[in-house]
């Protein structure tokens, strides 16, 4: 391949990394706090390639409190002793974080109050009553009808329901046509 | 990964191993925020905020740790530092009379806020965005931009492909 059949297939294939170099350039970077810190680690140990060690080293160009860190860890040496007492309440402190004391002292969620429960009792009984009356009403008012078109009427019969149906029929009377007469 | 059985054993709520970790690395904790706190007193506090955001969301800061990359104890310094400068930013206010701070404690913060990088400066290195640069806003050929930085065409493409790899991860993960 001749360094010009190179250079046309660079061209070719690097049109879409153009865009995606320019969409980098208008991009700004989320902050990973994690990398970040593990990439501060790995460069005071040495233990990056170059290329992120030299982007780490330009980081830490404009960051001297980030530049003091890795000055620090590179100096660290296994830290201090601490009596029993100061770590016991080291120790103490950093168990009450855990995530399953943090869930233990969650306050737990308010019961509903009694009277809910009472209003909601009222509510459902007065809806039952009000099932079982209209059902009696119409048991009652369905009978009577029943026994009045069906038996004898007797003289002593207040009903005004022998008055209102036709027994013949079981229809409502025109109570006018009884009026004209 | 921080050590697997470690982390799952903390992970699990086990208090035991968390109290152990504690206890392995309270001193280099201390040690290491003791070149950030302004006072002695302010210590076990920052100790405090150092374990608590090692063990915060599920121990998400602590299950970040890759042993491959570097070794706990640097680590564990880098994060510890980084929390108690944190901490002590957020609990700065002091409620003292004026006249009983010592004057040098008065001083600005010579700390700026810093400015958002741009994703080439967070992800490339500084010869990658060189070379992207001359390659693309500058549009030179692969032999030119050689031959200006001294370097193989070879060592160009090289450069050019880690780069776009990069890129092209940190968008993929972003729009996953």
């Known amino acids: 391949m001749s360094p010009s059949d190179q250079q046309r297939e660079d061209l070719a294939n690097w049109s879409p990394d153009r865009d995606l170099w320019r969409r980098s350039c208008q991009t700004d970077a989320t902050a990973d706090e994690a990398a970040h810190l593990l990439d501060l680690a790995g460069f005071a140990e040495g233990r990056l390639e170059p290329d992120e060690s030299d982007r780490v080293a330009a980081l830490l160009a404009g960051d001297p409190a980030a530049t003091d860190d890795v000055a620090a860890a590179r100096a660290i040496d296994g830290g201090v002793h601490l009596t029993p007492g100061v770590l016991d309440r080291i120790v103490a402190r950093a168990c009450a974080g855990l995530p399953d004391e943090i869930a233990a002292r969650v306050v737990a969620f308010p019961a509903a109050p009694r009277r809910r429960i009472l209003h909601g009792l009222a509510q459902w009984g007065s809806l039952a009553a009000a099932i079982a009356m209209a059902s009696w009403l119409g048991f009652a008012m369905g009978s009577d009808t029943s026994r009045a078109l069906s038996g004898p009427i007797s003289s002593s019969e207040t009903s005004l329901l022998p008055e209102l149906f036709d027994p013949g029929s079981g229809f409502l009377r025109d109570l006018g046509e009884v009026l004209r007469t | ?27 280099l904790v ?35 740790y890759d042993p491959a990359r570097a070794g706990i104890s640097t680590w564990i310094t880098i994060v510890a530092r980084s929390t108690a400068r944190d901490a002590m930013r957020r609990h700065r206010p002091v409620l003292m009379p004026i006249d009983a701070v010592p004057e ?62 990069k890129l092209r991860a940190h968008f993929k993960a972003n729009e996953e």
Not at chain 2, 36 to 64: G, H, I, M, T, W
Not at chain 2, 131 to 150: C, F, N, Q
Request: include cysteine; charge should be negative.
């Open chain 2, 1 to 27: 990964m921080a050590q697997s059985g470690e982390v799952d054993a903390l992970a699990r709520g086990d208090k035991g191993a968390w109290e152990a970790f504690v206890r392995r690395y309270a001193g």
């Open chain 2, 104 to 165: 040098g404690r008065l001083a600005v913060d010579p700390i700026e806020p810093a400015q958002k990088l741009k994703l080439p400066e967070a992800l490339l290195s500084p010869r990658q965005r060189e070379i992207l640069t001359m390659l693309y806003d500058r549009e030179m050929e692969v032999a030119e931009i050689a031959e200006a930085l001294g370097i193989d065409p070879q060592t160009v493409r090289s450069a050019h492909h880690k780069a776009m790899v």
């Open chain 2, 30 to 64: 201390v040690a290491a925020v003791r070149g950030v706190a302004r006072e002695p007193a302010e210590v076990e506090d920052l100790a405090q905020e150092v374990f608590l955001r090692l063990c915060k969301d599920n121990f998400r800061l602590l299950r970040s």
